[in-house]
């Protein structure tokens, strides 16, 4: 076999251990040799692979059978990660328990890197793009110049090379002139003048922008900048001169449409106007009744009254909806507004808000329409424009008269904290310190909520939760759960700005303040079902009353927890109303179609009117008001229909006049009234009324 080319450079490198040097070989040999040696290597390795290899096995590894070798092990590769969590618990607020996390987050993050690319397209790549642009001109530029003044020195260099030439040729005829030529020297080239720079021009120094363009380059942008302006303008200008021109062209048509809609509002109020007089002369022994009539039998019937029915106010749109709510506008004593939905929680669908008013009793003044059924409303007493209103699905929204959009001009979100259970109540308080408007909600969530229109947007506060005493659930590891109380009515304290009354669905009442978000000023066992109104008295600072679907109205002291007068009215109690001209008057509605109207100074004990209101078997009353002016009240019930009666005189007494005294009148008057009936029920001998 030859040798190696490994063995060669060993002899070489032992060769000056030997004692002898190898004497120096030729280049052409050296190469030779070196491609003797790779092939063969090349040789040598192919062998090596044709040989037949040995297995080498480590010591302990195991002896395997044929069919253990032939067994197959699957294996399945899945996209779990082993590491991840699988007993994740979440709080359900839909089924109010802790429930497990089916699905979990099974990707793993190996390796991450912030890359530092930029899109072409976005505003920093054009930027960039323009920077670049802009030193590359300037490059350029530059470069220009300097070929430039290179080429005008060549071209002097030619010119004074021809001229010598020429010399030199008219001279070689004479051997004198070639001696003289050659004493010569040969005229040194012209020198370019440069001119000197003044440092004191600054305009001639603005004008170098090319010898350093990066000085420059804000100057430059700005100027771009004028010009993109410019040219914008001029295209504006173009723009704005054809639309005249189309303005021209459509003149005639824009000014008869105007036209036509000035036309129209002008036919719609007197349209108006019209129909007002026409149904005033169809409902006209009806306006006599209401603005003349007094029952004279009332002077035979032993100081009972009598309920006698004006107008009936129905809209066609609104015939399967119920009326959830009522209110009448504190500045157009005429005008009164009326919410539309449903108290059937299976059979919700949308909603309507309709204002009518008794001098048109065929149709509504102002109609809105609304997705969800509306629950409950208020009118803001200085912007008798503004009603808040709120919703079955949990929002609350604002309408604005003024407006003829029949959307709401404001209206909560889920991300401005909606309610998430039907919205019971709503009521304008006085605007805060930054005189911005804001209204109260309550609802069955246990919230009660402060909305604030700050900005065009309605913003909300949490004022209280309501939390059931005694109500605690045993959650999963020993958690105590908290249920909330499901607020049904709240009124304010007419004088006390702070202090104010719920209702719950439990049948507690909560004295409340504003002051205090997690604390009752008093609970007042009221009710044994849900609490369905609750007002205070407009007279009297301490008394309010609530009425119930346990059958029940009471009148209660805030001050003493239990009840001074007690109603049973022998039917569900759906609303109930104090009068605006007496403190001891108030009116409620039943669910079996009547209305009771009280006078706590002329009887105790039972009601001065008990009157069906509704025939139909099928149908309910839901809501009354008292008219703050007139002596009527408006009644709702389920069918959509609103019913106006005027109530008799032995329901509205005042004082007799009697010879030679004037007769005292005013607030004093009707709080003296009140507290003689409450002197006579805190005697220990004296009885509440059954």
């Known amino acids: 076999m030859p040798a190696k080319a490994g063995d060669g450079q060993r002899q070489s490198q032992s060769g000056p251990s030997g004692g002898k040097a190898a004497p120096p070989r030729p280049a052409k040999a050296v190469s030779k040799k070196r491609d003797e040696d790779a092939s063969t290597d090349v040789g040598e390795g192919a062998d090596e692979w044709t040989a037949v290899k040995t297995l080498v096995k480590p010591p302990d590894q195991l002896e395997l059978t044929e069919a253990e070798l032939k067994e197959e092990f699957t ?22 328990a802790y429930k497990p996390i089916g699905y979990v987050d099974q990707t793993a993050i190996h390796f991450s890197l912030n890359g530092n690319l930029i899109l072409k397209d976005s505003d920093e790549g054009r930027r960039q793009s ?15 110049v300097i070929s430039e003044e290179t080429e005008i020195k060549d071209e002097e260099g030619t010119e004074d090379t021809q001229a010598a030439g020429e010399e030199e040729a008219e001279e070689a005829g004479t051997a004198e002139e070639a001696e003289a030529a050659e004493a010569e020297e040969p005229p040194p080239p012209r020198v370019k003048e440069q001119k000197l720079a003044n440092q004191f021009n600054f305009i001639e120094r603005a004008s170098k922008t090319l010898n350093n363009p990066l000085r420059w380059e804000i100057y430059d942008a700005y100027v771009e900048e004028l010009q993109k302006m410019e040219k914008s303008k ?12 189309e303005e021209k062209k459509k003149g005639r048509k824009l000014t008869s449409l105007e036209s036509q809609s000035d036309d129209i509002t002008k036919i719609s109020k007197a349209a108006k106007i019209m129909e007002r007089m026409v149904n005033q002369n169809i409902f006209d022994d009806i306006a006599q009744d209401f603005k003349y009539f007094e029952d004279a039998s009332d002077e035979y019937r032993d100081q009972r009254g009598t309920l006698l029915p004006l107008w009936k106010f129905q809209y066609d749109k609104t015939k399967r909806l119920a009326v959830t709510a ?17 108290y059937d929680f299976m059979k919700q669908s949308h909603g309507m808000l309709l204002l009518y008013t008794m001098k048109n009793p065929s149709f509504p003044e102002y109609v809105f329409s609304s997705e969800s059924g509306i629950m409950c409303l208020d009118i803001h ?49 006085k605007d805060d310190m930054d005189n911005n408007l804001n209204f109260f909600s309550v609802s069955s ?14 913003v909300h506060t949490d004022v209280i939760k309501l939390s059931a005493e005694g109500t605690t659930m045993q959650g999963p590891e ?21 202090l104010f009354l719920v209702g719950t669905e439990e049948g507690k009442i909560y004295k409340c303040s504003k002051c205090y978000s997690s604390q009752f000023l008093d609970v007042f066992e009221a009710h044994h079902m849900a609490v369905d109104s609750v007002s205070w008295n407009p007279y009297h600072l301490k008394v309010f009353i609530s009425c119930s679907s346990d059958w029940t109205v009471k009148i209660w002291d805030h001050t003493i927890k239990t009840p001074m007068f007690i109603y049973d009215l022998h039917s569900a109690v759906g609303d109930v109303a104090w009068s605006p001209y007496s403190s001891t008057v108030f009116a409620a509605v039943t669910t079996d179609g009547k209305a009771h109207v009280f006078d706590l100074s002329i009887n105790k004990y039972e009601a001065l009117c008990t009157q069906i209101v509704v025939a139909k078997k099928k149908n309910k009353i839901t809501h009354i ?20 009666l005027k109530l008799s005189p032995n329901l509205r007494k005042m004082p007799k006049e009697k010879k030679g005294q004037e007769v005292k009148k005013g607030p004093e008057v009707e709080i003296a009234k009140m507290d003689r009936l409450l002197n006579l029920v805190r005697e220990p001998d004296g009885t509440a009324g059954k």
Not at 234 to 245: H, R
Not at 327 to 337: H, I, V
Not at 400 to 411: D, E, F
Not at 445 to 458: A, C, F, P
């Open 75 to 96: 294996r399945v590769l899945t996209a779990n990660n082993p590491h991840a969590p699988q007993n994740i618990v979440r709080y359900s607020f839909k089924e109010r």
């Open 625 to 644: 008001q008292f008219n703050p002016v007139y002596p009527v009240v408006i009644i709702g019930d389920e069918r959509g229909h609103v019913t106006c």
């Open 326 to 342: 009522i209110s009448w506008n504190p500045k157009y004593k005429d005008l009164f507004a009326v919410g539309y939905g449903s």
């Open 381 to 429: 007493n200085d912007h008798p424009y503004l009603v808040a209103v709120g919703f079955y699905d949990g929002n609350v929204a604002i309408y604005n008269l003024k407006k003829a959009t029949s959307q709401p001009s404001y209206k909560s979100s889920a991300k401005s904290g909606k309610h998430t259970d039907p919205v019971w109540q709503v009521k304008w308080q």
């Open 234 to 245: 001029e295209k504006e200008k173009t723009k704005a001169q054809i639309a005249k021109k």
């Open 478 to 498: 020993g958690l105590q759960l908290q249920t909330l109380g499901c607020g049904t009515s709240f009124d304010f304290h007419k004088k006390i700005d702070y």
């Open 130 to 144: 323009m920077r670049s642009a802009v030193s590359e001109k300037a490059s350029l530029e530059t470069s220009a």
């Open 445 to 458: 969530d246990g919230r009660i909520v402060s909305w604030t229109l700050v900005k065009n947007e309605l």
